[in-house]
Nanobody, 129 residues
Framework: QVQLADSGGGLVQAGGSLRLSCAAS????????????MGWFRQAPGKERELVAA????????YYADSVKGRFAISRDNVKNSVYLQMNSLEPDDTAVYYC??????????????????WGQGTQVTVSS
């Protein structure tokens, strides 16, 4: 089973930046980290969990939700078994619990929750106005 540990959340003022990190266990059921597409989701109070960004196994292909395009950047380091989410120009609407997730799907950048097999515990991001 993959274990994902996400971190880096906190309280920041509007316009500020945060960098989230997600470290994966080295090996799972014979699969290496680089065999999984990765995604960052978020869930605000009273709202459904939504995909923020996704990245392919090689890191070449990325996807962003319209709400974060131009402000967030997803990246991965397959040597360090880690995925990152750089968040700039943060807005109060970005306040949520952020989760990293790993997908064994054949899609380059899986877009829906059920395509993701493993999840981190979540890290709180709070943006004050």
């Amino acid at each position: 089973q993959v274990q994902l540990a996400d971190s880096g959340g906190g309280l920041v003022q509007a316009g500020g930046s945060l960098r989230l990190s997600c470290a994966a266990s080295r090996r799972t059921s014979g699969r290496t980290f680089s065999s999984f597409a990765m995604g960052w989701f978020r869930q605000a109070p009273g709202k459904e969990r939504e995909l923020v960004a996704a990245i392919s196994r090689t890191g070449i292909t990325t996807y962003y939700a319209d709400s974060v395009k131009g402000r967030f950047a997803i990246s991965r380091d397959n040597v360090k078994n880690s995925v990152y989410l750089q968040m700039n120009s943060l807005e109060p609407d970005d306040t949520a619990v952020y989760y990293c997730a790993a997908s064994g799907s054949s899609d380059l950048t899986p877009r829906v929750q059920h395509q993701y097999d493993y999840w981190g515990q979540g890290t709180q991001v709070t943006v004050s106005s």
